[in-house]
C-alpha cells in the first residue's frame, strides 16, 4: 500500500494516511529515528495499519545501472596522451605520494619535478626516455 492509495481492505472505500503520532518521535535525540522513517499508513475510514514499504530493498536493485563509476589509477593512465605532459597522484602512505605520467619530447627532469610541490624534497624520479616518468615525492 501507498498513501493515498484506496484501502480495499473487506470492500472499504477509504484512503490511506500517515499516521501522525508525535508521542514516540525520538528525532530529538537521534534524528532521523524508527518512528519516523518506519512510519505506518493507516486507513482514514476503517483504521487498518500498514507499513510503509521499504523501498531501499528494491528487487530489481541488480539492473540498475550506476550514473558514475571511478576510474582506477591504471585506466586514468592509459588515457593520459603521448608527447602531452599529465599525470596521475598515487597515494602512498603517511607521508609521501607517487606521480605517474607522461612528459613531452626535450622536457627536461628539473621542468617535471617544478610541476610538484616538492618543498619536502623526493626519493626518485625516474625517466626511462620513453616520455613516461614516475615520481615519488614527500608530503607534509
Known sequence: MILGEKCGRDGCGGLMVEVDDDSSCSCHINPPCSHCVDMEYECDTCGYLVEKPD?????????????????????????LKDGVFGYVTIYGEYYWMEAKGKYP???KSSEIL??????????WLKI???????LKYYTD
Open 55 to 79: 523501498h531501499s530493498k528494491a528487487s530489481n536493485w541488480a539492473t540498475i545501472k550506476p550514473k558514475y563509476i571511478q576510474k582506477s589509477d591504471i585506466q586514468l593512465y592509459k588515457e
Open 105 to 107: 619530447a626535450g622536457m
Open 114 to 123: 617544478s610541476k610538484f610541490n616538492t618543498c619536502f624534497g623526493y626519493k
Open 128 to 134: 626511462p626516455n620513453n616520455g613516461e616518468f614516475h
